[in-house]
């Protein structure tokens, strides 16, 4: 794996996250109680074993700065090699879904040239699974293809992601909206380091798409190998992704894949005492963070740290983010409530189960 750098994209803007992406980027988003989306391809590079890993911030940049830092929850803050935060373009048209900008790559062009190492492993930031890069890795050294794609069947009809036409293992071509049950790029991908350089030089007049969308017209040039995926995987593009996606790790099996002990998922480090269940709690099928003072019933629904349900307040099937506050007797359901948000005493704040009302 010392052949190996790592670079993850996380110039990745939306307007379908509403408010949720107002003050920060997708990368940064609160995941699972204790977590941020970009934790989980950071992790598992570290756990994959490598040892130098490029991120490309957005303009958006302060929420994933003051998280990730200089990268010392995933043991990144060293002398050689470790966490290398590189500049994402900030103005510049640019097609709709670009995950991998040609201009970003371009831009930290000095990051891939002072690295001794022959191959990049590159992740969207907003990827949420627990991948271990290791055996694609070998097998794109063995098979000495340009390009690994990793991908997997959708489960789901998945509009934002790129679909594959895959034929005895190579992709032979892309589709946009690809359909439940077809084929999609899961936004990792093994490359020689020295043909992403030559790729960038080579469309350097239209930098302005995609990586995949550049090298779409010579895909009959290029020996692009496919690595199908079997494990849990997501990718967060709208809130309701962000919403569905977070109450599936309700579920026992995906949580104890997503949060392996042997694996662990690094986070930055935050100090606060356990939750703390006064009279009259009631909790069940919930994921409660630490620091949460809860007087209320709580059901199918996800507390960051810090959070407090007042007595008698009842909360369903929603996620509140920290240090929310949700007052005696208040009724919220179906809702996201972000960071510090509150709920009056008594009132009631509800979603549907097709429409989650989002509440500042």
Request: one cysteine or more; glycine letters at 8%.
């Amino acid at each position: 794996m010392d052949r190996v750098i790592g670079l993850i994209a996380a110039n990745f803007e939306t307007t379908d996250m509403g408010q949720l992406t107002e003050e920060r980027t997708v990368a940064s988003l609160p995941y699972g109680g204790a977590y941020r989306v970009v934790d989980f391809p950071l992790s598992n590079m570290v756990n994959s074993g490598i040892k130098t890993i490029g991120l490309i911030t957005p303009y958006k940049y302060r929420s994933i700065i003051d998280h990730v830092g200089a990268g010392k929850p995933w043991d990144l803050d060293r002398k050689s090699g470790g966490l290398f935060v590189l500049p994402g373009s900030v103005f510049g048209i640019h097609s709709e879904n670009s995950h991998f900008l040609l201009r970003d790559l371009r831009r930290n062009m000095i990051y891939l040239q002072r690295s001794p190492a022959p191959y990049v492993l590159v992740s969207a930031a907003n990827v949420i699974s627990h991948m271990d890069y290791r055996p694609i890795i070998r097998e794109h050294i063995r098979s000495g293809a340009d390009v690994t794609m990793v991908y997997n069947t959708c489960d789901r009809d998945e509009p934002h992601r790129l679909g594959l036409t895959v034929e005895n293992g190579r992709v032979v071509g892309f589709k946009p909206n690809p359909r439940k049950y077809e084929d999609a790029a899961v936004d990792t991908f093994v490359i020689t380091r020295e043909l992403l350089m030559k790729i960038m030089e080579w469309y350097a007049a239209v930098d302005y798409l995609d990586l995949f969308e550049a090298i779409e017209g010579d895909l009959d040039k290029m020996d692009i190998h496919a690595w199908k995926y079997e494990g849990y995987v997501r990718q967060t593009f709208t809130s309701r992704d962000y919403f569905d996606y977070s109450m599936e790790l309700l579920d026992l099996d995906v949580a104890r894949e997503l949060f392996s002990r042997e694996r662990p998922l690094a986070t930055k480090a935050q100090e606060d005492a356990p939750a703390k269940y006064l009279e009259g709690a009631k909790v069940k099928n919930s994921l409660i963070a630490n620091g949460s003072l809860i007087e209320g019933e709580v059901d199918h629904s996800i507390l960051f740290r810090g959070v407090k349900i007042g007595k008698g307040a009842r909360v369903r099937n929603s996620i509140l983010m920290q240090n929310c506050v949700i007052g005696d007797g208040a009724v919220v359901e179906n809702v996201i409530l972000d960071k510090s948000g509150s709920v009056n005493a008594g009132a009631v704040v509800k979603g549907t189960g097709d429409a989650t009302y989002i509440k500042g």
